[in-house]
């Protein structure tokens, strides 16, 4: 009995690799008011991915401190085309984390 459990506990448990994006060809633009006011800060964001790769729903994980920042964020990285993820070798719909760093030069 207890082979047989420990042979079929890992098939309950999906393979599942997270959706992914190419970062160098999706920037946010800075937002203009926190340009002038000098804000900065790192947005954490999760979105969920289609099997298609489209944003089906997004969400903050931890803002920026700073609302312009984090709407910006969101909504530049929601239009990005993402790599859909994978369950068990199939494209299929998934959560993934984004990091957001806003910097000024």
Do not use: R
């Not at 098939?11 to 999706?26: G, H, L, M, Y």
């Amino acid at each position: 009995m207890a082979a047989v459990l420990a042979l079929s506990a890992p098939a309950a448990f999906a393979a599942e690799v997270p959706a992914s994006f190419d970062a160098k060809n999706c920037k946010a633009e800075y937002p203009k008011a926190s340009l002038m006011n000098e804000e900065q800060g790192t947005v954490s964001m999760s979105f969920l991915v289609s099997a298609g790769g489209d944003v089906k729903d997004s969400k903050i994980d931890k803002s920026s401190g700073f609302k312009n920042l984090d709407k910006a964020a969101i909504k530049a990285i929601s239009a990005c085309k993402f790599k859909p993820g994978t369950k068990d070798g199939a494209a299929a719909e998934t959560w993934t984390k984004v990091d957001y760093a806003w910097k000024l030069d």
